[in-house]
């Protein structure tokens, strides 16, 4: 252990940056912060918006998100896709009016399995209102879907090390653009943990505005070399590859699963249940040395997740499948 005050914590932290900016394939500002990624989605809210936001929501974490700006005195409009289904520019046909300073939602919603297209998102969002910040939640997309950042080009994405990163919770990470910085600078009360323009100071000199849990800081960069290493583009084959797998199983050994064609999540599957006693399957499961998760929110009751992210690999994947099998045919 090291403090963070010190020249080797700044070697540390710099190349963290580096190679994050490199993996993503931007030059955006990158912001190292400890605490969950929901950390950073409420700065990025409380720093870039005065008064007025719009929150697409297709799942539970687009509620969170919009819940994230109303608890922080913004009047955020809401826009509800049904959930199962991506978010899409004709959602948002002329809703981002002139006086909306930010659109948020989720890229990947991982209580639904639904990956969004955030490209032709912010495409419809500038199309309507060019001064409009863009906010994506990249939780469980980052690192494991190519989000083309360079194309995108948007004002912050959040995600954190517990999910595609392959690492213990414990530090939030932003991609944060000069147009919210700017913003920020307009807006009063954005706190002291959270305030962007305090945490760019001392990013600025590779150190972060308060103690960051150095110990995974150096888990972080070993994941982060591994990452560059494998090549980004085969990891996102590999996530697809787990993907396929897990759904194809899915369409012939239950009911399919809940998100709409074209907009699947390479990250989680969100299957159907069907007549499933899920409780009695996955404790079984736990017998085999695996164990999966039950559906989230709305769709708790009638689905189940499975996670194929970070580390796993294709033949992880079929073991576990096999094991679903041999409980199945039971």
């Not at 001064?131 to 194309?151: G, R």
């Amino acid at each position: 252990m090291i403090t963070h005050r010190c020249k080797e914590y700044k070697e540390l932290h710099a190349g963290i940056v580096e190679k994050i900016q490199k993996a993503l394939g931007t030059d955006m500002d990158v912001f190292l912060v400890g605490g969950s990624a929901t950390v950073m989605l409420e700065a990025a809210i409380r720093n870039g918006v005065n008064s007025n936001s719009l929150g697409i929501t297709n799942g539970s974490f687009g509620n969170r998100s919009i819940e994230l700006g109303e608890l922080n005195g913004k009047n955020v409009t809401k826009v509800q896709v049904p959930w199962g289904k991506a978010i899409k520019p004709e959602h948002i046909a002329g809703k981002v009016t002139k006086d909306i300073e930010a659109v948020h939602w989720v890229s990947n919603e991982s209580s639904t399995g639904v990956f969004s297209d955030s490209l032709a998102i912010a495409k419809e969002v500038r199309a309507q209102n060019p001064d409009a910040l863009t906010m994506i939640d990249a939780v469980t997309s980052a690192f494991a879907m190519d989000l083309k950042i360079k194309e995108l080009d948007p004002d912050s994405v959040v995600f954190g090390t517990q999910k595609a990163l392959a690492l213990p919770p414990g530090l939030a990470i932003m991609l944060c653009s000069e147009r919210l910085l700017d913003k920020a600078k307009t807006v009063p009360n954005r706190g002291f943990y959270g305030d962007l323009l305090k945490i760019k100071k001392q990013a600025d000199v590779d150190y972060a505005l308060t103690t960051p849990p150095v110990s995974l800081m150096y888990a972080l960069d070993y994941q982060l070399d591994k990452a560059l290493a494998e090549g980004m583009q085969t990891r996102y084959s590999r996530h697809q590859e787990m993907a396929d797998m897990v759904r194809n199983w899915a369409d012939k050994r239950l009911n399919g699963v809940f998100p709409e064609e074209g907009y699947r999540s390479n990250s989680i599957g969100v299957l159907n249940k069907g007549d499933m006693d899920f409780d009695t399957f996955n404790s079984k499961l736990k017998a085999k040395g695996f164990e999966i998760s039950n559906g989230y929110g709305d769709v708790k009751e009638t689905t189940f997740r499975i996670g194929h992210m970070g580390d796993t690999t294709p033949a992880m994947i079929k073991v576990l499948l096999s094991a679903m099998d041999e409980i199945l045919e039971e």
